[in-house]
C-alpha cells in the first residue's frame, strides 16, 4: 500500500504530522480532504457526462442528415 515504506517509516511519518498539526486539527485536515475529493470526483463526473451528453447530441444530428 505504502510502496518501499516500512512500519518504522510509517509510524516516524505518523508522529511527525502529529507534532506539525496536533491531535484536534488532525481530523479537521481529514474532513477538509474528504470533502475537496468528493467534489473533485462529482466535477469529474459532470464533465464526463457532458462529453456523453454532446457525443450523444452530435450522433442523433448525423442521422438526421
Known amino acids: 500500500m505504502f510502496g518501499n515504506l516500512g512500519a518504522g517509516e510509517i509510524i516516524l511519518i505518523i508522529l511527525v504530522i502529529l507534532l506539525l ?3 484536534k486539527k488532525i ?3 481529514a474532513q477538509g480532504l474528504g470533502k475537496g475529493m468528493k467534489e473533485f470526483k462529482k466535477a469529474v463526473r459532470d ?3 457532458e ?3 454532446t457525443d ?3 450522433k442523433k444530428e ?3 442528415s
Open 27 to 29: 481530523p479537521e485536515l
Open 21 to 23: 498539526f496536533g491531535a
Open 51 to 53: 462529453i456523453k451528453n
Open 62 to 64: 448525423e442521422k438526421k
Open 47 to 49: 464533465v464526463e457526462d
Open 56 to 58: 450523444e447530441e452530435v
